[in-house]
């Protein structure tokens, strides 16, 4: 039992020295591996600082930009993670084995993902709009931030930041109110039908010749636009810049109002009138 008992413990002692052995050798190979990624980490990050300086110098769009960075740095640390396990020796073909059975698997379980990345390279190369544009998509409406691969981020009138997904951006409507610079604005509003219609145009027109955002060239029209139940229904077109395109009706109704009042220009409101047949 003795002589079991040493064998045993010969065996082990000779397997933890193989073990001890195996480690000693492998270690500067771990070692290089580790300063490699380490190195990898810093080249990456100083080539997407040259690759941001130079889409700056040559005045790439930001939306554009944001998307070319955020796949170029996927794409690198991908490459760097394959050079770091073939220094620690794997072989190639089993990286590239399980790469391309990891990427089957992620394509199936993140089908809309795919499909949000491919939406990120139309509105690349389509342009529907740049960073700082104000668009109207998906239900929502706001300042477009960054256009990443998979979502773009808008900036809504309230401050929020909304994630859209590039796919539903892609195949949908958009609507982009600052891409030409300027917007038509139609203002309806409504007199009495006992009020002098053109005296209420003439103050209409010249309410918007002195409203700082009203463009004067075209020049602003006002129109009856219809014979309510209640009301001549009139509609003050102009043009602003896209930046005022928010602000500027209600300076126009509030200014209206108190033109109107001035004049003695009835502003109506629905009314019923009951009969007593008796």
Known sequence: MLTDDMGNLTQNATFFEEMLQKGEDFLPTLLVAVLVFLLGLLLTRIVLKIVDRAMRRAKVEGAASSFIKSLLRILLYTLLAIVALS????????????ISAAGLAIGLALQDSLSNLAGGFIILFSKPFKAGDYIMAGGTEGHVDSVSILYTKLITRDNRSVYLPNGVLSSGQITNLS??????????????YNADFD????????????????????APVVTMSGHGDNAVMLNAGFW?????????????????????????????????????PM
């Open 87 to 98: 220094i620690l020796g794997v072989p190639m073909t089993s990286i590239i084995a399980v």
């Open 179 to 192: 891409q030409r610079g300027t917007l038509r604005v139609s203002v309806p509003l409504t007199i009495a």
């Open 199 to 218: 005296m209420a145009r003439q103050i209409i027109l010249e309410l918007l010749a002195n409203e700082p955002m009203v463009l004067q060239d075209p």
């Open 240 to 276: 602003v810049n896209s930046g005022d395109y928010f602000a500027v009706s209600g300076r126009i109704y509030e200014s209206s109002k108190q033109a109107f009042d001035a004049a003695g220009i009835e502003i109506p409101y629905p009314q019923i009138c009951v009969h007593n």
